[in-house]
């Protein structure tokens, strides 16, 4: 699976992004999909997953009720919809994929995940 994540940019304080992230092959649905970044001077953290049907979704607190992350299996593409941005989330987002064999306890092992898109930026100014 190659994993290609897009939508990033600069936007203000209170503003919103919507993330993309598009995934080659046909086995898009076999997979567990989630989204981490990575702030300068950073570890990577987790931010959210979601479920290969989209049944079951997980966010870390500190984007729980701003962020939404969604897939849409016939376009083998996840979402991450970002809103009430704070400069704290400034950060290289990237899109990564786990198997669903995973439960739902592990998707925020990123160690875990098997493929990984090449990031992309999202800078929020105060």
């Known amino acids: 699976v190659q994993l290609q994540a897009s939508g990033g940019g600069l936007v203000q304080a209170g503003g919103s992004l919507r993330l993309s992230c598009a995934a080659s092959?046909?086995?898009?649905?076999?997979?567990?999909m989630g989204w981490f970044r990575q702030a300068p001077g950073k570890e990577r953290e987790f931010v959210a997953a979601i479920s290969w049907n989209g049944g079951s979704t997980y966010y870390a607190d500190s984007v729980k009720g701003r962020f939404t992350i969604s897939r849409d299996n016939a376009k083998n593409t996840v979402y991450l919809q970002m809103n009430s941005l704070k400069p704290e989330d400034t950060a290289v987002y990237y899109c990564a994929a786990l198997p669903r064999t995973w439960d739902s306890s592990t998707w925020f092992v990123g160690g875990l995940y098997d493929y990984w898109g090449q990031g992309t930026l999202v800078t929020v100014s105060s």
């Open positions: 092959g046909r086995t898009f649905s076999s997979y567990t």
